[in-house]
């Protein structure tokens, strides 16, 4: 018996190794639903469920469903767990770089080990993204997870009345954050204030850069977004001030970033069913010592 737990441990052990010592920066797919947090943890959970199932995984592990174990199973290393329930300490080091909404899909890039440090120096160029967004109503959160809080009449507003005034949304312009967003205020999230009922005050204008905006759609009361911009950055207010600015109102019904640095959705992004640590392996970044820097703070579209 003692032959054939050796024989375990050691596989796990060396897998997991090759886990702990990844440094760099890769991209995956955030789906529509879960925030980015969310996403981060389902690309953990499946990263270290893969390692386990390789091995044939534990009974302890097999039993630990939703609960995130980041080091070796201490059962197959001849340990007892005093407290199945405990989560352990994490020994996977990951963080992601450009939050995106909820609502939202498309690009994330994620940063392992050594390369979270890496995320505010390899994320400084350009975002993009295609925006669908729907004139003649308002909503609370400026997308539409939100409720209406405004309607307008929208029929006045033709195709060259939008790209007339989109010139004024390009290069480097002054922009008001959304209430609702990642922003914070006495440590907590503004979103998360307003949730609790707090009064929340808008943030003042800060300057943010347009590199490029285009018109690709125009079918009221939809109309869709080709965006390429900077850091800091909200999708969500370029649209309500548009809408006010086609004296009428908007929101972003649909947002796709297509862009984040130096990665594309379409050949860079890992869908769920490639986060393994072979497709990582493969689309790594690695970065040196030289290229770290702290820890940039979050930001939202």
């Not at 297509?258 to 689309?283: D, N």
Request: glycine share 10%.
């Amino acid at each position: 018996m003692a032959g054939n737990l050796s024989s375990t441990v050691a596989p796990v052990s060396s897998s997991l190794s090759r886990l702990q010592a990844l440094n760099g920066l890769f991209a995956v797919y955030k789906k529509q639903g879960p925030t980015s947090a969310d996403v981060l943890n389902a690309l953990k959970e499946a990263l270290l469920k893969g390692n386990r199932t390789r091995q044939g995984g534990c009974a302890v592990c097999r039993g630990w469903q939703g609960v995130m174990v980041l080091s070796p199973c201490l059962s197959e290393a001849g340990v007892q767990n005093p407290n199945p329930r405990k989560r352990r300490k994490q020994s996977l080091k990951m963080g992601h770089g450009g939050t995106l909404d909820s609502a939202a899909s498309g690009v994330l890039v994620v940063g392992v080990g050594n390369g979270t440090k890496m995320l505010s120096t390899m994320l400084t160029g350009s975002k993009k993204y295609v925006a669908v967004g729907e004139l003649g109503k308002a909503t609370d959160t400026l997308d539409a997870t939100g409720s209406v809080i405004l309607e307008k009449d929208f029929e006045h507003i033709t195709r060259p009345d939008v790209e007339a005034k989109l010139k004024a949304f390009t290069g480097d312009i002054m922009q008001v954050p959304p209430l609702y967003s990642a922003l914070k205020k006495d440590g907590q999230r503004l979103s998360v204030l307003l949730k609790k009922g707090h009064k929340v005050e808008a943030k003042p204008a800060r300057p943010v850069t347009v590199y490029n905006l285009t018109l690709l759609e125009f079918k009221p009361p939809l109309f869709t977004l080709d965006i390429e911009c900077g850091g800091g950055f909200y999708v969500r207010s370029l649209v309500d001030d548009l809408g006010k600015a086609l004296s009428s109102c908007a929101h972003v019904k649909e947002l796709t970033r297509t862009k984040q640095g130096q990665f594309t959705l379409q050949e860079h992004a890992l869908r769920e069913e490639q986060w393994t640590l072979e497709h990582i392996l493969r689309s790594l970044q690695c970065c040196s010592e030289g290229e770290l820097e702290p820890e940039p703070p979050e930001a939202e579209t």
